[in-house]
């Protein structure tokens, strides 16, 4: 199993999750978060006082998956969330070694798939 860390622009998330529904990816968890990279920050006024903002606001969707979703999941996020410019985000992938449903104690696969119960 695999932990797909997406970040993307805020105006990108329901384009990524209708990508993820179209590929019947069970759920995600999703974030508010804010970074810095190559786009760094920028220079911007209040009543008239320049501040510069060292990060940027974007967007992280948590998707705990199969490994062989993963392919699928990063074309289908990389086609929606695309536009070119620095600050499209990033995609992380990690090693995911258990994931246990609280309400009936299902773990590994089986806590990933839908159930109609929860």
Avoid: W
Avoid at 24 to 45: M, R
Avoid at 100 to 113: F, K, N, Q, V, Y
Wanted: contains cysteine; charged residues 25%.
């Amino acid at each position: 199993m695999k932990l797909v860390n997406i970040v993307v622009r805020p105006s990108k998330v329901e384009a990524v999750k209708s990508a993820l529904s179209a590929l019947n990816i069970g759920g995600a968890t999703l974030f508010d978060v804010k970074g810095f990279g190559i786009q760094k920050g920028h220079t911007s006024s209040y009543r008239g006082t320049p501040y510069v903002t060292d990060t940027n606001p974007k967007s992280m969707l948590q998707v705990a998956c199969k490994d062989d979703d993963v392919s699928n999941i990063v074309e289908a996020v990389r086609d929606v969330a695309n536009t070119g410019s620095i600050g499209d985000g990033k995609i992380f992938i990690t090693e995911l070694t258990d994931v246990i449903r609280i309400r009936t104690g299902e773990t590994g696969e089986d806590a990933l798939m839908e159930n109609n119960d929860d």
